[in-house]
């Protein structure tokens, strides 16, 4: 489904640090560019409408 009015935010984060911004998107995908390479991370996505931010979504962890 396509979200036509409000944004898909990506974060990450790695050791337990702080999240920080990976990318924003109107739609239910998106392509990360420029992520640290080699090391372990955790990505989460949270979503803006009407009623406000959700609650975020379950956590990923990856090594790219």
Sequence with gaps: PR???FPYTTLFRSEQRNWQLAGTALDTQIT???QPAG???EYRVLALNKAGQSMPS???TVVL
Excluded: K, M, P
């Design 32 to 34: 990360l560019t420029d």
């Design 58 to 60: 379950n956590t990923i």
């Design 39 to 41: 090391a372990r991370l």
């Design 3 to 5: 979200s036509t009015l």
